[in-house]
Every structure is written in structure tokens, then in C-alpha cells.
């Protein structure tokens, strides 16, 4: 009996309800929740990727143009094909040359078509492709972001060769890799 | 945007499954369940972001998870006709003392796990309770004679 009556009291009931308190983190809680919707919003309209983009440019009696993922995200297939068109087709081949680098980020699977040969010069790759009858040559890379790239953003040129070795057309491309 | 329609089509999902389980497989946990659970985890992973290695791609399908959830808590807080198809609804088991055997078979629930629950409570005798109820998130809330009220958490599982 003695135990008892020293038994220290302990109330269990919380504090008083503060309700500013309570309007000022319901409010925090619509902001969280604006934020969310806007960044999912953002996120269903593919602004975090993979967002396609094209560029293309005329010159040397040829006309390139390129589809590349301006933004892309690592594991994603990310899309990099290009089309080269001359009228009269490419009797001797055509040879296009692009900026290394830019593939680092990628895990590649393979370029279609091969090309006939393939050589690196410097900070550039140069691809030979073969004679076509064919007004047009579509070649497209089939590649990943590897997982481990995030926060980078990779940049290249892909031009074509005119018959004097020098580049006839070039665009330029950038792709960010999203975290 | 394919993120976010596979991270829906799997909330609706487990949304049905939790509804379709029935409510005391919710609230029971054996070590086997545990086990299928972190297996079902894997594999909605892999469903709602597949290749996508980015974080970018694990928030937006947690974040649209959680949308869902906040849509969901405000469709059944606001239309009240809603509640019970969306959370379920509370069912008595217990009325006067006496346990209602079709409800008890329809909830596939035995009368040992209502005596635990009870137990669990402090209750000695069934006849003591008023209305003991199956909530609707699986756990038991008895209503004494004495007008004591006791809720209680998982109970566990029995066989027979």
C-alpha cells in the first residue's frame, strides 16, 4: 500500500490542442502537396525525360538531321539516329565523323547499319558507310544511359564528309542525364 | 509519363488486393506472409520503374503513390458514400455477449482468434461484451457493459 501511495503520476493525455499550430502544418502540408503534384505534372508532360529533340542542317549538297534525347535518365534507352540525304543517292559511300565523348554515357548495344569501317581520330569517330542507291541513309544507335551517369550533360558534333575530307554539314547535339 | 501510368495501375492494384484479401489477412502478419510481401515489393518495383535507374524515376513513382493515397483519403473524407467501398466498413461479430457464427464464417474468422482479441483485452468472458467489432482495418474494438471501450491490435493466428 506504501508502493502505491509513492507511485509518481505520469499523465498519458497530450497537450492542449494548439490549433494555429495545427492550421500552420496543414498548411505545410498543402505546400508539400501543391509541389508534388506540380513535379509529377512536370513528370507525365516527360520533362525529366527521355525527351526527344531533332536537329538538322543542309550543306555540301547533303542534308543531315539527327534525333537525340535532349534529357534522359540513367538505364533508359535513349534514342541517337541520324539521316543523311543527297539526291542522286551516295554512289561512293558516305563517311560521317561525331565527337567521341558524347557515347561515354551510354551502354551501347550497337550502331545499324555497321558501317563499313570505323576508325577514331583524336576526339572523333569516323564511320565509312558503303555505296547506296538510295537517296537516303538512316543509321540509328541502339544504347542506353548507363546507370551509374547522373547530373552530366554529354555534347557532340556529328558531321559529313564532303569528297574533300572536311565536314559538309554539321549539327551539334546535347544530352543531360537527370539524377 | 509511363512511370507514372504503371505506378497508378499498381496502386489500384494493391488497392484491390487489400480490399479483396478481406480485413483479417490485414491485419495478420505470419512469417510466410512477411515473406510474400517483400517478394510483392520486388516485383511491383521492377513493374512501376523496370530499367529506369535513376531517382528521378524511384520519386515520381512514390511520389505518385502517394497521390493516390491523399486522393483517396480526400474522396472518402469528403463523400461519405464512398467510405465504405473505398476503406470497407466495420462489421459486429460480437452482439450481447454472443458471437455471430455466419458473420464469424463470412469474415472466415474463428472463435479462438475472438477469444484472444479478448483476452488481449483483459476481458475474462465474452458474456461481458456488448458489441465486439471487426474494423474495418482488421483489428478488434470491444464495448463493454461497463461502457469501456478497448481496441486492440493484430490478433494472432489460429487454426480450427
Known amino acids: ?179 | 509519363m509511363e512511370i507514372i501510368l504503371r505506378s497508378t495501375i499498381i496502386y489500384f492494384f494493391l488497392w484491390a488486393v487489400a480490399r479483396g484479401v478481406g480485413k483479417r489477412e490485414l491485419s495478420e502478419m505470419t512469417a510466410f506472409e512477411l515473406i510474400l510481401l517483400v517478394v510483392m515489393g520486388d516485383l511491383i518495383q521492377q513493374g512501376a520503374t523496370q530499367e529506369d535507374m535513376s531517382m528521378t524515376g524511384a520519386v515520381l513513382a512514390v511520389g505518385t503513390l502517394a497521390m493516390w493515397i491523399l486522393v483517396f483519403a480526400y474522396l472518402s473524407w469528403r463523400f461519405r458514400r464512398l467510405r465504405p467501398v473505398m476503406e470497407g466498413v466495420p462489421v459486429v461479430v460480437i452482439h450481447n455477449g454472443e458471437p455471430l457464427d455466419e458473420v464469424l464464417a463470412i469474415e472466415r474468422l474463428t472463435l479462438q482468434e475472438i477469444l484472444e482479441a479478448a483476452r488481449n483485452q483483459g476481458i475474462t468472458d465474452l458474456a461481458e461484451v456488448d458489441i465486439g467489432v471487426l474494423e474495418p482495418d482488421g483489428k478488434f474494438s470491444f464495448l463493454q457493459s461497463s461502457g469501456r471501450s478497448d481496441q486492440q491490435g493484430s490478433p494472432e493466428k489460429h487454426t480450427g
Open chain 1, 1 to 179: 500500500m506504501q508502493a502505491e501511495a509513492d507511485r509518481q503520476s505520469i499523465p498519458t493525455q497530450p497537450a492542449p490542442t494548439d490549433i494555429p499550430r495545427q492550421i500552420r502544418a496543414r498548411t505545410g502540408r498543402r505546400v508539400f502537396v501543391a509541389a508534388l503534384g506540380v513535379f509529377l505534372l512536370l513528370g507525365a508532360l516527360g520533362f525529366y525525360g527521355v525527351r526527344t529533340t531533332s536537329a538538322s542542317a543542309a550543306g555540301g549538297g547533303y542534308e543531315l538531321s539527327l534525333d537525340y534525347a535532349s534529357v534522359s535518365r540513367p538505364g533508359l534507352a535513349t534514342p541517337w539516329a541520324f539521316e543523311v540525304r543527297r539526291a542522286g543517292g551516295f554512289p561512293d559511300g558516305v563517311t560521317v565523323t561525331v565527337t567521341s565523348a558524347y557515347f561515354d554515357v551510354f551502354d551501347e548495344n550497337g550502331l545499324g547499319p555497321a558501317p563499313a569501317e570505323e576508325t577514331a581520330d583524336g576526339d572523333l569517330t569516323v564511320w565509312r558507310f558503303g555505296p547506296t542507291a538510295s537517296d537516303t541513309l538512316s543509321v540509328s544507335f541502339d544504347a542506353r544511359i548507363e546507370p551509374g551517369v547522373q547530373l552530366t550533360t554529354a555534347k557532340g558534333e556529328l558531321s559529313v564528309l564532303g569528297p574533300d575530307g572536311r565536314p559538309a554539314v554539321t549539327v551539334s547535339f546535347r544530352t543531360f542525364v537527370m539524377p
